[in-house]
């Protein structure tokens, strides 16, 4: 048996900042990962972050900086960048426009794993990676236990504090804790874009991304995959027609669109556009790098085209959701081969067989990201819930979001709901610069067990707009810190948010020691609804 401070289950990047957080603040920490890579959805889910317009200034939490600044700094000693390039300071490598760091999922993991190196040379940090979590012992509001299982057989893990930083939240499952999955009612909420009535199986799309490369030569093209067919002729009522196809739809409008692939000749290299599919998530450009580079560019295919809502991942039988991510893989690699085959070209013609998945930045064999892309987990029963009341500008009818008393870190993004297996459309709504409560993070069941991930205290609603990269980072830094501060003070988690006193000094703790902004300045807020130009595409 194993007894550390802090358990963090679940890799991502709220596991990753947890963990990272309390090993500063002097813990003693075993992180458990399922996988072999640790960053989630910014590495093996293959997602360039999205991330808010003021994100490479001071407002951004530092630990989150040290990340991004990693990721840049590998580029600028390892790639043949121009010098013009290098000496930017906001690096972008691949000048893609969904994010102001679009870059290799393989280079991104590298930037966590060199995060986290001291602590584990220290001794503090305990990585197992190839570990899943078989069973979470309890007894009335403790979690007592923790069974994995890896490589080499089970082991019996305990801790004073317990993070579930699972993409799934899975450990509320595992636990019996009280959680929801899916839709709320609008009588339950009160949110202006619920639904009339609840539906678990309600459940935003996932998407199994991909790297493809355009080589300027060579025919890659992939064998027809077992569903292609079917992809082709598949149609959904809220959905202009094939998802194999150029087509989708403005988020926040509903209307039609028709993007290319390439708006000019991608020979020419970087380009201004924001209309074509290629430069919106590309992670590698070669107007950045030196003329004798003899590689392509790189683009992270993650489009609408390649949403999966046919079937839910929670809330059904396993064979269900080993069918749901089956078809994901399937609907991603159809549209890959449709690509090479049958799409209509920028320079006439169909067909762009020079188009090569790229497993190398994967780090898989297919070119396909290693895990998929989860937007929606279960939830916990909080001790506080945000819903749309809080944070949608148009339900406010406010400039300013909600201020919290007990806020943790900060954040901004669009809610954002991809359609979802109840066959509903998009819900992209205008939000406001928010805030995260602490009171989100806490289960009302649960006195040593911390959300760390997509399964806060938020809504199917609001979780749109507080599952990205640098909330869920926060959210994990906000983890990590309280299991230092309770271990040090002798309280905990419930106490902390209950009691003025200790709450304050916790929040000193986040923004004297951590450096953490807790609420936006005012200046955030003169414009309203913010709309950040990347957001207006779909993400």
């Not at 970087?270 to 560019?297: C, K, M, N, V």
């Not at 070119?367 to 148009?394: K, N, P």
């Not at 008393?405 to 998009?426: K, N």
Request: aromatic share 8%; charged share 25%.
């Amino acid at each position: 048996m194993t007894h550390t401070d802090l358990l963090v289950l679940g890799g991502g990047l709220g596991g990753v900042s947890a963990a990272s957080t309390a090993v500063s603040l002097g813990l003693r920490v075993v992180l458990v990962e399922r996988g072999d890579w640790l960053g989630g959805q910014l590495t093996a889910q293959a997602v360039p972050p999205d991330e808010h317009r003021w994100i490479e200034g001071p407002l951004a939490a530092p630990s989150y900086q040290r990340l991004r600044s990693g990721i840049r700094d590998h580029y600028r000693r390892a790639y043949p960048l121009k010098r013009s390039a290098a000496q930017v300071e906001a690096l972008n490598p691949g000048l893609g426009y969904v994010s102001r760091l679009c870059c290799e999922p393989r280079v991104a993991e590298l930037a966590v794993e060199e995060l986290l190196s001291g602590a584990q040379a220290s001794g503090l940090l305990t990585v197992l990676r190839r570990h899943e979590v078989v069973e979470v012992r309890r007894e009335g509001e403790r979690i007592t236990g923790v069974l994995v299982r890896g490589p080499g057989g089970e082991r019996e893990l305990t801790a004073s504090w317990v993070a579930d930083a699972t993409e799934l939240g899975d450990v509320l499952d595992l636990a019996g804790l009280d959680h929801v999955i899916g839709a709320e009612s609008r009588a339950e909420t009160g949110e202006l874009h619920a639904p009339d009535v609840a539906d678990p199986l309600d459940q935003q799309a996932v998407t199994w991304c991909a790297a493809l490369e355009f080589t300027r030569s060579g025919d890659w093209t992939i064998p027809e995959p077992a569903g292609y067919q079917r992809w082709l002729t598949k149609r959904d009522p809220f959905w202009p027609g094939s998802q194999l196809s150029f087509d989708d739809v403005v988020p926040h409008t509903l209307e039609r669109r028709t993007r290319p692939l390439f708006d000019v000749d991608p020979a020419r290299g970087e380009r201004e556009s924001t209309h074509d599919l290629w430069q919106y998530r590309r992670i590698l450009a070669r107007a950045q790098l030196e003329e004798g580079f003899p590689g392509g560019e790189i683009t992270c295919v993650n489009w609408p085209q390649i949403d999966y809502w046919d079937l839910p991942l929670l809330g059904v039988p396993d064979s269900t959701r080993a069918q749901a991510l089956e078809g994901a893989r399937d609907l991603t690699l159809s549209f890959v081969h449709w690509l090479q085959t049958a799409a209509p070209r920028h320079d006439g013609g169909t067909g762009y067989p020079e188009l090569r998945l790229r497993g190398d930045a994967t780090g898989t064999d297919d070119g396909l990201a290693r895990e998929v892309y989860v937007r929606e987990s279960r939830r916990i029963r909080a001790l506080f819930t945000v819903t749309e009341e809080h944070i949608g500008a148009e339900q406010r009818g406010s400039r300013v979001a909600e201020q919290f008393h007990d806020s943790v870190g900060t954040g901004y993004y669009r809610i954002d709901l991809h359609p979802s297996t109840a066959g509903r459309t998009y819900v992209d709504i205008d939000s406001l610069p928010f805030q995260i409560p602490l009171g989100t993070l806490v289960p009302r069941d649960c006195r040593n067990l911390l959300a760390a991930n997509k399964n806060i205290g938020t809504t199917h609603v609001t979780n749109g707009a507080y599952r990205l990269h640098p909330v869920e980072w926060s959210i994990g830094e906000a983890v990590g810190a309280l299991a230092a501060y309770c271990t040090r003070t002798g309280t905990e988690p419930h106490q902390v948010h209950g009691d003025p006193a200790h709450l304050e000094r916790y929040r000193s703790l986040l923004s004297d020691r951590l450096g953490i902004t807790l609420q936006w300045p005012a200046e955030v807020f003169v414009g309203t609804p913010l709309k950040d130009p990347a957001r207006v595409a779909a993400s």
